[in-house]
């Protein structure tokens, strides 16, 4: 069974970073497209980044591209999000999510409904 173990949440102030990271473990973590989501209360969970099985391609909502940047370590089964340049609206609890993708059907994706498995969340709390 596939499991995700985010940290690297915490409170900030406006205009500095943080990086969050996500443990794989259960499987072949490099037959996963790995994404990130982020949820604010009453909300429902919005599509961050996205970055295939290699790590050679990424993908980004456009509030967050040249801020932050996806990437991950095939051989320690660790997806980063690196997040500069907060804004007090990146405040949300960030999940961290597996696909398993075989073949070559597509090596990204920011659809929720394609994704396997998800963490807990990690708390990002951006203060102005």
């Known amino acids: 069974q596939v499991q995700l173990v985010e940290s690297g949440g915490g409170l900030v102030q406006a205009g500095g970073s943080l990086r969050l990271s996500c443990v794989f473990s259960g499987r072949t973590f490099s037959n996963y497209v790995m994404g990130w989501f982020r949820q604010t209360p009453g909300k429902e969970q919005l599509f961050v980044s996205t970055?295939?099985?290699?790590?050679?391609?990424?993908y980004y909502t456009d509030s967050v591209k040249g801020r932050f940047t996806i990437s991950r370590d095939n051989a320690k089964n660790t997806v980063y999000l690196q997040m500069n340049s907060l804004k007090p609206e990146d405040t949300a609890l960030y999940y961290c999510?597996?696909?398993?993708?075989?073949?070559?059907?597509?090596?990204?994706?920011?659809?929720?409904?394609?994704?396997?498995?998800w963490g807990q969340g990690t708390q990002v709390t951006v203060s102005s």
């Open positions: 999510a597996a696909d398993l993708v075989v073949g070559m059907t597509y090596d990204l994706t920011n659809r929720r409904v394609d994704y396997d498995y």
């Open positions: 970055i295939s099985r290699s790590g050679g391609n990424t």
